[in-house]
């Protein structure tokens, strides 16, 4: 029972792994149970279970196994993650549960199958099912057999692919298993039910018995289409409709619908195992083909006449076999081998298929001629041949072939051309048969069914039958108008029996149709009539998917034609309507009229028609008018009326109101009356005659108005023109041409017959009358709209002059578009235009137009010799063959599409190994598609596709002009022939990166232009898949962007299911991309009704369009909306051509939508934004991190936003329709200034949504986005906002991504943005962004990041860099090396920028690179320095721009702060003129120098500015000053506006590599430093200045030092700079504790370099500066954290020990700074973090064990360990043991047994005291203490004095220790020394102690190393007005002035003997004199100092106490000194003069 109770306990997923079965058992029911309960499908529950679900189904024990199925089968069903579980399951359950005796568990494994289909995974259950049948187990074949039926049975053959399951079926009938072989018959006839006789072919070669029962049961299946009965997880509509259908007793239609999805889609080609064929032919086959003996012949063809009879033949180059059976077809004399080979093509195109088509072109014409041979075998073949090869290719290809054998004169030929054409004809629909290509046939045909031969006309009759039943009376009927009625009526007789391909009747698919225009709401506006009354719809009836198909009838090239007029057909519709029902009226004689006529009209008015007098004419007309506008329609009888009219006088009417009213009457008719053409012709004589009269013209183009609108235009307009032309009336003829210009605009192009036009316009251009000539070409310029550039053709023989003027119409034509056709639409507005129907129209104009064009026969041109020539070994005479074909081409302008033997020529020169002459082939076959047009279309296949194989080439030109010949062709040709078939796919298959990224290029461009593409464009995913994950970046990126719009075709089903073939970790990353791609999807464009239509068609959705635009406020119901301008921007383009369509939007949605969106669009939500950080730094949420974002960001993001966004922006901002990003963008940018404070609540999401945008394809929704960035990051700089780390993190690096973009405009924006964002982010933080940027595969990306880098560290200087300059420069300079030249330069170009900044330190910091990158920089760098020096005056303009703001309060100005700036250096640049430092600083820190000078003895004291002068200079006369209260700088007053900004730019000139800069910036900072108030500013800044200081040290050390040109002076100016700078830092305490200990570490680096630097020794002042340098160590040591310099110390000797390079010197230097920090514990050691120091001194120890301590030369470093360690232990106590906390394995060193030995110790010495007393200070311990230890320190001390290096080390400790120590006795140690020791030692320490009291105001406990020698070194550190005022602001007196000089003075030599020298006791005692707070001393470059000391003291008045201005107080000097002293001070500040000069 133990065991029991034990695994109870346990949780489900632990029992269901257990050990023992009854666990399992167990678990397996709980998880059961748990598995039902979880609703949530998403629940973090389901992924536990993820790797167990398989152990549940390969349970061992029966019985548990059948409980873990049920539980599975749970799991499947309701986890979201199970599909992850697919291949082990399913693997699983095949091989461990199939083969179980028991039938429940083969039951529950076949449901665990199709549960896995049923979640989508059907291609890997199905996969591993067809393994399944490997297996030896035949129970296991059986169980999948089974399951893959079921699986048919249930899901339908779209979800099953029913390939690879037939590939297998004949295996399974030869099984040796009877179970076997039945399941498989079960499984054939289940697929039998799905494809019919698609089956058979497959299985044709299985045991004949099996293949009889088969038969038998086939013959049982219902005949009914079978029907999907389970549906996948994403089919739930399906589903549903199923549902309602069964529920409705399972309506027909309803299933006819799925059935015809389902039936048509497996082909047995499709199924069958294609057999390569080339390489079996007989070795000798293209011999003997061509052999003398018939019978040698006949063995060839018959050799591949087996081989063809292969069912599916693999693709290859059949272009030899095709041409020699071409040969055998059209030559051979023995007609048995001409049979042969006839069955040899009809095989080939058989098994090839599409791939066949290219071949089509050059055999049909062959075929169709042979077909003069009577005999039936050879026709019969050849009739099978050309039928097969009519399926590989499309009529529209080889019309022109066809078309040119109809008029041979052979009748057998004609006969046998129109029955292949009638067969042809059942072969298409009425949307592959448009009118473009009916009209050519139908005109043949007609000649046929008057041939003399019967059979050729019954051959006629047959096709037109054909026509007439395919495409549909209303398409064929223009085409019969001259037809008899006999021949009309065996012509509909032909078409009754006519039984179509494709069905018997089409209408059926148009009455489906017929409903679509009015569920899409088609605006009224459409001009095109639907006539609701035409029955006869099959003209329309392919689905309207397929109406593009017509495409391929006319050149895209009139795309623009195509759509303008598409617009202006006007009366397309309307037309088709009427002529239907066309007024057809026999023409009545005079006296049937005038009985009709008075039937209606009164009396009096017939009698008075003729009368003489023209008033009673008057008066009848008026009469007439009347009773016709009283008329109704059905009763007027129009012709009646008009032959009265046109009675005498008729037209010829002499009073003009008469002839008014009468024209006027003419119009009403035609309005009002059923007006027939009859009744025109009467009329229109007349009009025409009156259309040039002044009085009458406006009425009589009104009445043939009204006549066009009653009998359409193109026969109007036919009638008029002709009419015109035939009379000599100018005046008639210019009018007539200006009605129909405007008719045409009115009424639309549609119809109008160009040729008839073309050639009255040639004659109105050759008119001598200008009037005429000028309405010819206003009318041309109409007929341009319509046409397009094509019309240009017909008139280029004419006279320059007019060509000219035709050009500048055409030209103004130019860009606009055809108006809307407004009239011919009246009678048939009823329905709207049906856009296959118009599209037709658009492409007859564009045909016509081209049809017209003479076109010359080239074919004959093209000899073999010419064809040999340029095929020809040597490619100087290919070239001249190329050279041939081009002048043939130029002279014969416009060729027939036979190009002979031209085409196979030109294919083999595209691969010719001579660039050139491919370059020439593809201008060539550019040249060949204009002069072609549209009939190129048939050598797409043998031309076109060679075309783009060139794309794969290497040479960037060859590519761009194939690219550019590829469009000039499909121009021509459209795109549907390139994309059927695999040619295209065959393309993206070869591996060629280049190929593959042109292709996709060039693919992404024409799709989204395409409304439909052939179904072949499938065959190219997978390659487009494999393109996606291509090696080549671009080839990658192409990929991506093509793939929405290969998915806006095919549909994300079909493409997400052709990743079913790939890889497991392909399959994911490719579906990530599809999703990403699903949400960017444009939309298909819509029918082209209007030329702007095409951008935005159909790209919302019907509920978006109403509401979504605004723009339509302003204009919604009128024809052009004008939007209000501002609104405009928001409703983006679908705004705009929804106006221009003028659809109307209803108006209450809007007012609604309006009212929702008056509110805030970002609402705040308190701690919103703090909360979302908690959650993502929980973990809570996902992290924004990703390489693209998939759906569940984009899900978070949406839940994120929904509390704080407007909902209806939210709804914009996640539309898969780029056009409502574009609205919410808007929308943001108008809220932008309203919404401050909510923008700042919510900008991590708005900055995470934006980065989602820059993931999408569309560039307007980029070049938004980076605007709204823009103004965002002005505003937030505005506001002083700082952007968080979260918010910057996911934000930035995907700006950075968009900074490789290859648009220029786009990366200017992001480079803009990336600016401004410095003003809210630290620019060192933004550096570690940018340098991740630089890793970019994108090598644009990596350009601009490193110019980035480069831009920062010019406007920051190296303190930028992260992690240190070092490892930037390291990272920089790889991309030296770099393959792209423009990466290499930026490079270049950014170390270049560090170098004028930083010098050659950055040689030193780059490390090693290869001698090419350095030769590379050298030469750069020095063609740098060669440049004029104009670089830092922009550098400065530009740095307050890019003013860094390091801490979260920095403010930057608001008002426009670069402008501010610029202007204000500029002006400081041109002040400072008498300066020679050249870069200037921001306005708060600049010198008024012209204020200074003009400073002629006022008291105003402009700048501080402490004079430095040389002490034995100035010391002789002292006028002992009167201190007074300083002035402050007006300067400051201003600062804190944009402190912060200010102080980070002044910082970085510190580290500038221009030692003037530097000083100047120190000087800046001085000013701040010195004033308490003022000093505050620089808290936060503290590291960054130490790291700008230290950093210039290592300038000054590495560089400066070092440069023989510098003058050393300049050097000692900026090391006093520094030091004086650093010293002021050191005395704030509250400044001096900000210094981090990373910065600590390497400032004391620096300055005990700078110590030990023996350079600087030799320098002239070099001494002081080292003595200063000693002061300053102190300070720090003293002022500093002192956990923090502590810290920094031990990790410094460390380093140094470490460090071989590192000398004994400098360790030693910084273990003497550590005991120096030891004698300051007792006073510090409270607020000292001893956690973190004993964790320093434990890594200490672990690097440094005791042993190998003890190794070192010297003793020193043990010592001070021990040391500090001993002295914490005296202080902390026992306490010590509990700050071990940060420790996390104390055994890694001995630190911790060190410290109990130290406590054993020190308590068996001291005794135990209290904590309290160790707290009050160390003083009373020292004193405690035992005097061995005393003893042990001083003759430690001793014994430094006495070593030779550190003797000045030891007194100083001396001093220190008796000036503690007061009381301590040094007697016994000095008694055993001689005397001169003695004396040395006491004179040592009075120089000390001289030196402090030197050192005034400094405190007296300073000095670590006093010069011994007493010599007068002059000293910049010690001057006389460094001592003026104290930091406290407290007045100093005089007498404090005169002690310090005496000091000096005796130092110097001076009145020694006056001096008594105090004793040395007295000394020890002394208070510490006062500190004070300047250091300008050493701050201000020297030069500044001494113009400062040449003003101040040139007005010194010998004789009065003037006051002047000197450094920080305002001193007054008073002439108390002698004469002489003064006649030597004046002459040595002259002396001073002439050296500054």
Not at 757 to 770: G, M
Not at 1902 to 1914: A, D, K, R
Not at 1959 to 1970: G, R
């Amino acid at each position: 029972m133990g065991d029991d109770s034990e695994w109870i306990k346990l949780s489900i997923d632990q029992k269901c792994e257990h050990k023992l079965w009854k666990a399992r058992v167990n678990g397996y029911e709980e998880a059961l149970k748990l598995f039902q309960k979880i609703e949530d499908e998403k629940s973090p529950e389901w992924s536990k279970y993820l790797g167990l679900i398989k152990k549940f189904v390969t349970d061992s024990n029966a019985v548990a196994q059948l409980k873990g199925l049920e539980a599975a089968l749970a799991y499947v069903e309701n986890a979201h993650v199970a599909g992850k579980t697919t291949g082990e399951v399913i693997s699983g359950v095949v091989n461990k549960v199939f083969n179980q005796p028991k039938a429940r568990a083969k039951e529950l494994g076949i449901d665990i199958c199709l549960m896995y289909i049923e979640i989508e995974k059907g291609e890997p259950v199905q996969e591993e099912l067809l393994k399944g049948l490997d297996n030896k187990n035949p129970k296991i074949i059986v169980a999948c057999i089974e399951t893959l039926r079921k699986a048919l049975s249930e899901f339908g053959s779209k979800i099953i692919s029913l390939k690879p399951i037939i590939k297998v079926l004949p295996k399974l009938f030869e099984s040796r298993e009877k179970a076997v072989r039945d399941e498989a018959k079960l499984l054939a006839v289940e697929i039998y039910r799905w494809i019919r006789d698609a089956l058979r072919p497959p299985l044709q070669n299985i045991n004949s018995v099996q293949l009889k029962e088969l038969e038998e049961e086939w013959v049982k299946l219902p005949p009914a289409a079978p029907k999907q009965t389970r549906f996948l997880r994403s089919q739930q509509e399906l589903k549903a409709k199923f549902e309602q259908q069964q529920a409705a007793g399972g309506d027909a239609d309803g299933g006819g619908d799925d059935g015809d999805e389902v039936v048509p889609q497996v082909d047995a080609y499709e199924l069958l195992e294609a057999v390569e064929i080339l390489s079996k032919l007989p070795k000798d086959f293209y011999d003997k083909i061509e052999a003398k003996k018939w019978q040698e012949r006949k063995e060839a063809l018959e050799a591949v006449e087996m081989l063809v009879k292969n069912p599916k033949l693999e693709a290859g180059d059949y272009a030899d076999m095709v041409k020699v059976l071409k040969k055998v077809v059209g030559k051979d004399t023995n007609v048995m081998l001409v049979a042969l080979a006839a069955k040899c093509l009809a095989g080939l195109a058989t098994g090839l298929r599409k791939k066949f088509g290219q071949y089509a072109g050059q055999v049909v014409p062959t075929i169709l001629e042979k077909f003069k041979e009577k005999k039936p075998q050879v026709v019969q073949a050849l009739q099978e041949a050309i039928d097969a090869i009519f399926l590989t290719t499309t009529l529209q290809n080889i019309s022109e072939d066809i078309l040119a054998v109809m008029d041979n004169k052979n009748p057998t030929i004609k006969q046998q051309t129109s029955l292949f054409i009638a067969r042809s004809f059942r072969h298409c629909t009425p949307s592959s048969l448009p009118k473009s290509l009916l009209k050519p046939f139908c005109a043949a045909l007609l000649k046929h069914i008057n041939d003399s031969a019967p059979e050729v006309r019954d051959a006629a009759f047959e096709a037109l039958g054909t026509a007439l039943k395919v495409a549909g009376e209303k398409a064929v009927n223009p085409f019969l108008a001259d037809v008899d009625k006999l021949k009309l009526d065996r012509i509909k007789e032909c078409a009754e029996k006519v039984e179509l391909a494709y069905g018997k009747n089409t209408g059926g698919a148009a009455d489906k149709k017929e409903c679509r225009p009015a569920a899409g709401k088609t605006p009224v506006l459409s001009g095109a009539a639907g006539d609701k009354d035409t029955k006869d719809t099959s003209a329309k009836s392919g689905p309207l998917k397929k109406a593009p198909a017509a495409k391929s009838g006319g050149p895209p090239k009139k795309g623009k034609t195509a759509a303008a007029a598409g617009a202006g057909g006007a009366g397309t519709k309307g037309k088709k309507g009427s002529e239907t029902k066309e007024i057809f009226e026999p023409e009545l004689s005079i006296e049937v009229c005038e009985e009709r006529a008075s039937a209606v009209l009164p009396a009096s008015c017939i009698q008075q028609l003729d009368s003489g007098n023209w008033k009673e004419r008057l008066a009848c007309m008026e009469e007439f008018q009347k009773a016709v506008e009283l008329m109704e329609r059905s009763e007027m009888p129009c012709q009646a009326l008009v032959r009265m009219l046109a009675k005498k006088p008729g037209w010829k009417e002499t009073n003009f109101q008469v002839m008014q009213m009468k024209l006027h009457i003419v119009a009403l008719i035609a309005q009002k009356g059923n007006f027939s053409k009859t009744s025109a012709q009467i009329v229109l004589d007349g009009l025409v005659d009156k259309i040039g009269d002044v009085k009458c013209g406006s009425n009589a183009k009104e009445a043939m108005t009204a006549i066009a609108e009653a009998c359409l235009l193109p026969w109007t307009a036919e009638q008029v023109m002709s009419m015109a032309f035939s009379q000599k009336n100018p005046k008639n003829q210019s009018e007539t041409l200006n009605w129909l210009s405007n008719a045409i605009k009115e009424f639309g192009f549609s119809g109008l017959n160009v040729k008839a036009f073309i050639s009255n316009v040639k004659t109105a251009l050759a008119a001598t009358n200008p009037a005429v000539r000028t309405a010819a070409i206003t009318l041309l310029g109409v007929m341009y709209l319509y046409v397009g550039p094509p019309l240009r053709m017909f008139f280029e023989d004419e006279k320059p002059a007019l060509l000219s003027q035709i050009d500048a119409e055409f030209e103004k034509m130019q860009g606009q578009t055809a108006p809307a056709p407004t009239r011919g639409t009246s009678r048939h507005s009823g329905g709207s235009g049906d856009d296959g129907e118009e599209r037709d129209e658009q492409e007859d104009i564009g045909n016509d137009v081209v049809d017209l064009l003479p076109r010359t026969e080239i074919s004959d041109k093209i000899t073999a010799e010419l064809v040999s020539k340029i095929g020809d070994k040597n490619w100087k005479i290919r070239k001249e063959g190329l050279d041939e074909v081009t002048s043939i081409i130029n002279d014969a302008k416009f060729i027939q599409p036979n190009i002979g033997e031209l085409s196979a020529a030109l294919k083999c020169r595209l691969n010719d190994s001579n660039k050139i002459l491919v370059q020439q082939t593809l201008s060539i076959l550019q040249q060949l598609a204009m002069a072609m047009g549209p009939n190129i279309r048939q050598h797409v296949k043998n031309l076109g596709v060679p075309i783009i194989t060139v794309l794969g080439d290497s040479k960037n030109n060859v590519r761009a002009a194939a690219l550019a010949t590829v469009n000039a062709w499909t121009e021509q040709t459209g795109m549907k022939e390139w994309l059927e078939g695999e040619d295209l796919s065959e393309e993206l298959k070869k591996e060629n990166p280049f190929l593959r990224q042109e292709l996709l290029g060039w693919l992404a461009d024409k799709l989204p232009t395409l409304r439909s593409v052939p179904s072949d464009l499938l065959l190219c995913v997978p390659h487009l898949y494999s393109c996606l994950e291509d090696r080549n970046g671009d080839v990658r990126k192409k990929a991506q962007d093509a793939l929405p719009f290969f998915m806006m075709h095919l549909g994300f089903e079909k493409m997400a299911k052709a990743t079913g073939k790939l890889k497991p970790t392909s399959k994911d990353q490719v579906l990530a991309m599809l999703e990403k791609a699903k949400a960017i999807m444009p939309a298909k464009p819509a029918a082209p009704v209007k030329a702007s239509s095409r951008v935005v068609g159909g790209a919302a959705p019907a509920k978006f369009q109403t509401a979504s635009a605004p723009a339509e406020d302003s204009g919604s119901s009128t024809m052009e909306p004008k939007p209000d301008p501002k609104k405009a921007k928001a409703g983006g383009a679908a705004s705009k051509a929804k106006g221009a369509q003028g659809k109307k939007v209803p108006s209450k949605p809007n007012l609604k939508e309006d009212d929702d969106k008056s509110g805030p669009i970002f609402i705040i939500v308190p701690n919103g934004k703090e909360q979302r950080m908690k959650d993502e730094k929980g973990l809570k949420v996902l992290k924004w991190n990703f390489t693209t974002p998939r759906d569940e960001y984009i899900e978070q993001l949406k839940t994120q936003m929904s509390s704080c966004v407007a909902r209806w922006v939210q709804d914009e901002m996640f539309h898969t329709d780029f056009q409502h990003h574009n609205k919410a963008l808007a929308a943001m940018v108008e809220h932008l200034e309203s919404e401050k404070d909510g923008v700042i609540s919510c900008l991590d999401l708005i900055l995470k949504w934006l980065t989602l945008r820059f993931f999408d394809t569309n560039t307007s929704v980029l070049m938004k986005a980076l605007e709204y960035l823009k103004l965002l990051f002005t505003l937030l700089s505005q506001e002083e906002y700082h952007l968080t780390e979260n918010e910057a993190s996911s934000f930035i690096p995907y700006l950075i991504l968009k900074v490789g973009e290859p648009k220029d405009v786009v990366r200017k924006d992001v480079r803009a943005i990336l600016n401004r964002m410095c003003l809210i982010y630290p620019a060192s933080k933004m550096f570690t962004f940018i340098m991740e940027g630089t890793k970019s595969k994108n090598s644009k990306q990596r350009a601009e990041c490193l110019e980035e880098l480069g831009c920062l560290v010019e406007s920051y200087g190296m303190n930028v860099c992260q992690p240190t300059p070092g490892k930037a420069l390291k990272e920089m300079a790889i991309h030296i090396g770099d393959r792209d030249n423009t990466v290499r330069n930026a490079a270049l170009n950014t170390i270049v920028t560090v170098y004028n900044v930083h010098g050659d330190q950055v040689f030193k910091l780059i490390g090693n690179l290869s001698e090419k990158d350095m030769s590379m920089l050298e030469e750069r760098i020095k063609r740098a320095a060669k440049r004029p020096a104009a670089a830092p005056a922009r550098q400065a303009e530009e740095k307050p721009q890019r003013a860094p703001s390091t801490n979260a309060n920095a403010s930057v100005l608001r008002k426009g702060p670069a402008e501010d700036m610029s202007s204000k250096l500029n002006q400081a640049r041109n002040t400072s003129g008498h300066s020679e430092i050249t870069h200037t600083v921001p306005r708060e820190f600049q010198l008024d120098l012209d204020e200074i000078e003009n400073d002629n003895g006022t008291v105003r004291c402009e700048m501080p500015a402490l004079v430095q002068h040389k002490l034995d200079d100035i010391f002789e006369p002292v006028l002992i000053p009167e201190p007074k209260i300083r002035a402050v700088s007006p300067h400051f007053d201003d600062m804190h506006s944009n402190t912060a900004s200010t102080i980070n730019f002044v910082i970085s000139q510190v580290a500038s590599g221009d030692i003037n800069t530097s000083i100047q910036a120190l000087a800046q900072i001085d000013e701040v430093l010195r004033q308490e108030d003022k000093a505050e500013a620089m808290s936060g800044h503290i590291d960054q200045f130490l790291i700008a200081t230290f950093m210039q040290l290592r300038l000054i050390y590495n560089t400066h030092m070092a440069d023989e040109k510098l003058d050393k002076d300049e050097i000692v100016k900026l090391y006093s700079c520094i030091i004086g700078n650093m010293i002021s830092l050191f005395q704030m305490e509250s400044l001096a504790r900000e210094a981090s200990t990373g910065v600590l570490k390497d400032l004391m680096h620096g300055l005990i370099t700078l110590m030990l630097d023996s350079r600087v020794e030799d320098l002239e002042e070099g001494q002081q500066v080292i003595r200063s340098v000693n002061l300053l160590v102190v300070k720090v040591l003293e002022k500093s954290d002192q956990t923090n310099i502590l810290s920094a110390l031990l990790v410094l000797l460390q380093d140094s020990l470490l460090a071989t390079a590192s000398s004994p010197k400098f360790s030693e230097l910084v273990m003497k700074c550590l005991w120096r920090m030891v004698r300051l514990l007792p006073e510090t050691i409270n607020s000292i973090n001893l956690d973190r120091i004993l964790l320093d001194i434990h890594i200490f120890m672990k690097v440094f064990p005791k042993e190998k301590l003890k190794q070192c030369k010297s003793e020193f470093p043990i010592r001070t360990l021990k040391t500090l360690l001993h002295t914490l232990c005296k202080l902390k106590g026992p306490k010590i043991l509990d700050h071990l906390t940060m420790i996390e394995n104390k055994n890694e060193s001995e630190l911790e047994a060190h410290l109990c030995r130290v406590m054993k110790h020190s308590m068996d010495q001291i005794g135990s005291k209290t904590d309290k007393e160790t707290e009050k200070g160390a003083s009373r311990i020292d004193e405690k203490s035992s005097k061995a230890k005393v003893n042990d320190f001083l003759a430690e001390i001793f014994k430094k004095i006495g070593s030779k290096e550190n003797t000045k080390e030891g007194l100083a400790e001396l001093y220190e220790y008796k000036k503690k120590y007061s009381d301590a006795d040094i007697e016994p140690f000095l008694k055993n020394s001689s005397q001169f020791f003695q004396s040395y030692v006491e004179r040592g320490l009075r120089h000390i102690e001289m030196e402090k009291e030197g050192k005034g105001r400094i405190p007296s406990s300073t000095g670590i190393s006093p010069q011994t020698e007493l010599t007068c070194v002059p000293s910049s550190t010690n001057t006389v007005s460094s001592s003026i005022g104290n930091t406290n602001g407290e007045e100093v007196g005089p007498s404090v002035y005169l002690e310090r000089l005496k000091i000096l003075r005796q130092r110097c030599g001076l009145d020694n003997a006056k001096e008594d020298r105090p004793p040395l006791t007295s000394l020890l005692s002394k208070p510490a004199a006062p500190t004070v707070a300047s250091s300008t001393d050493m701050l201000h470059s020297k030069l500044s100092q001494l113009r400062e000391s040449r003003e101040h003291y040139q007005h010194l008045d010998l004789d009065s106490n003037q006051t002047h201005s000197s450094g920080i107080g305002t001193t007054t000097s008073s002439s108390s000194s002698t004469a002489a002293n003064i006649d030597d001070l004046k002459k040595r500040l002259e002396r001073i003069k002439s050296s500054r000069k």
